[in-house]
């Protein structure tokens, strides 16, 4: 089985809920924490690869309501990429990976299917 991942920052409510529900159904998983271990550019490329960029973007957190206005004008995946990678608060959270999939932000009923049968 391969890794599964979630990634994030420590002191989220939603990514607290998803290392929770992880804990709770015994799925092993690694933690990786934004602000204490970084973004590589190839790992934000890859989940852009399954995902729209606007979808990644936290447009209700902290962090996007300090961006400078010219920084949220004329927003498009070029420039988002860019922003996520120099504020990785930016990002939508958790990111989970497991196997092949990606899902952005915590839905335990996303979690459920996900995880199907490793109960």
């Given at each position: 089985?391969?890794?599964?991942?979630?990634?994030?920052?420590?002191?989220c409510?939603?990514?607290?809920?998803?290392?929770?529900?992880?804990?709770?159904?015994?799925?092993?998983?690694?933690?990786?924490?934004?602000?204490?271990?970084?973004?590589?550019?190839?790992?934000?490329d890859?989940?852009?690869?399954?995902?729209?960029?606007?979808?990644?973007?936290?447009?209700?957190?902290?962090?996007?309501r300090?961006?400078?206005?010219?920084?949220?004008?004329?927003?498009?995946?070029?420039?988002?990429?860019?922003?996520?990678?120099?504020?990785?608060?930016?990002?939508?959270?958790?990111?989970?990976?497991?196997?092949?999939?990606?899902?952005?932000?915590?839905?335990?009923?996303?979690?459920?299917?996900?995880?199907?049968?490793?109960?």
């Amino acid at each position: 089985m391969s890794v599964t991942t979630l990634y994030g920052l420590s002191n989220c409510d939603s990514c607290k809920k998803a290392r929770s529900w992880l804990a709770d159904h015994g799925i092993v998983h690694h933690f990786h924490d934004f602000k204490k271990e970084g973004l590589s550019p190839e790992r934000l490329d890859h989940w852009l690869a399954s995902h729209d960029w606007e979808s990644l973007i936290n447009r209700r957190g902290t962090t996007w309501r300090r961006l400078a206005e010219r920084d949220k004008a004329d927003l498009n995946a070029s420039k988002a990429r860019k922003l996520m990678l120099a504020n990785t608060s930016l990002i939508k959270r958790p990111v989970l990976e497991v196997g092949a999939a990606i899902l952005i932000g915590f839905d335990s009923a996303q979690y459920d299917v996900a995880f199907e049968g490793a109960d």
